[in-house]
């Protein structure tokens, strides 16, 4: 059974830091696309960055140059290091994997999406 769990969520103020971490367990994460995708209050889900089974990263503009995704092998987890937060940054995040190659199309419409986390919440205040 695949599980996608999240952590790392919570309040922070605005121009703050989190590390969000997703533990993924029956999956080899290394041969799927994973990715995080967010959704705030009466708006859609996006996709926020992925990593495809190639090592390569994808990030949507809003997290261009603040937010990095990396896998930690050892630990089995994905993490994502978000930096700079701002208030638009509120949702709540979820971890998710897909079919290989997806990558780079996930970031930008998250559909397709063949198993998701339970999400943690993000919230940034000013």
């Known amino acids: 059974q695949v599980q996608l769990v999240e952590s790392g969520g919570g309040p922070v103020q605005a121009g703050g830091s989190l590390r969000l971490s997703c533990v993924v367990s029956?999956?080899?994460?290394?041969?799927?696309?994973m990715g995080w995708v967010r959704q705030a209050p009466g708006k859609e889900r996006e996709g926020v960055a992925t990593?495809?089974?190639?090592?390569?990263?994808y990030y949507a503009d809003s997290a261009k140059g603040r937010f990095t995704i990396s896998k930690d092998n050892p630990k089995k987890t994905l993490d994502l290091q978000m930096d700079s937060l701002k208030p638009e940054d509120t949702a709540m995040y979820y971890c998710?994997?897909?079919?290989?190659?997806?990558?780079?199309?996930?970031?930008?419409?998250?559909?397709?999406?063949?198993?998701w986390g339970q999400g943690t919440q993000v919230s940034v205040s000013l």
């Open positions: 998710a994997a897909a079919r290989p190659g997806t990558c780079w199309y996930l970031v930008r419409s998250p559909r397709n999406i063949e198993h």
């Open positions: 029956g999956l080899n994460y290394n041969s799927v696309c």
């Open positions: 990593i495809d089974v190639d090592g390569r990263t």
